[in-house]
């Protein structure tokens, strides 16, 4: 299964919503859609799902153009909103019954389906419960639920998370983990960073509707790892470690975060021990030393601007 996007271009009026991007996933992916407010994100994800139309370019789902085969690439995606659309009078059920049905899953494999998927997303015990009493992580649990009833080999999710408590976040988390082990390809558009670094092994960052990254996390780790960051918890003689950190020639700056130092450098490992071993050298007693990690939040605070539509 691969869905790849070409050159799609995207207008409302005199405003572009995308702008000529180009990127690609496939199965077992799991990849983090990300931008800022306005960077064209859930128009994207939208004519992904075949719920628009691009101005130009265009997408495809196993081989399937949105534009020229809409009803054979949506029986290709499951797609799961921001926000559950349901009706008040439909128990969790009915409504993954109903969905099943306009998939046209057959009756003599329809129950079997439902309650295979009720059992995976933790909704058989509340299978007769109506959709406008549940929590908003359950209604979410049945919006995933419904994108697979027709069992397709990608999913995209436009801000799953948004909303949920702790809990419900971390179980969904697990969810789509297992969905990608099962060889799901997934596409998940979220504003929380740190839980996408954990989960994700590809991004796609986009700004004003263009795209300006899109790859493996670890590579995109590998071109910003010119900039630095060490914590430096001294044990004493605080105030003389911070200024003896301003002073080293490979050091670009410094700040007190709490009771640790950060320290920005520029260049090798071998710098990072220089650095450590000028303290040690200066016989400064040292508690913590260590290489912040760079993550997927410092790698969209670095190719970003914050510019919106």
Known sequence: MEVRVENLVKHFDKTKAVDDI????????????????????????????????????????????????????????????????????????????????????????????????????????????????????????????????????????????????????????????????????????????TELSEICDCAVIIEQGRLLRAGKIVDMHQVDMSRRIIVVRPLDRKEEVYKELLQMPHVDQARWVGDAIEVETRGSEEIICAILAGLIKKNFRILEFKQHKTGLEDIFMNVTKGYVQ
């Open 22 to 193: 180009t990127f690609s996933f496939s199965t077992g992916q799991l990849v983090g859609f990300v931008g800022p407010n306005g960077a064209g994100k859930t128009t994207t994800i939208r004519i992904l799902a075949t719920l628009l139309e691009p101005t130009s370019g265009n997408a495809y789902l196993n081989g399937f153009s949105v534009v020229e085969h809409p009803e054979k690439a949506r029986r290709m995606v499951g797609y799961v909103p921001d926000t559950l659309p349901m009706q008040r009078d439909m128990t969790v059920h009915d409504y993954l019954d109903f969905f099943a049905r306009a998939y046209g899953v057959r009756a003599v494999r329809r129950r079997k389906v439902i309650e295979g998927i009720e059992e995976f997303t933790g909704l058989f015990e509340l299978r007769d419960k109506f959709l406008d009493s549940l929590s908003k992580g359950m209604k979410q649990r049945v919006s995933l639920a419904r994108s697979l009833v027709h069992d397709p080999p990608a999913l995209i999710l436009d801000e799953p998370a948004a909303g949920l408590d702790p809990r419900a976040r971390i179980e969904l988390r697990e969810l789509l983990k297992v969905l990608a082990r099962q060889g799901k390809a997934i596409l998940i558009s979220s504003h929380i960073l």
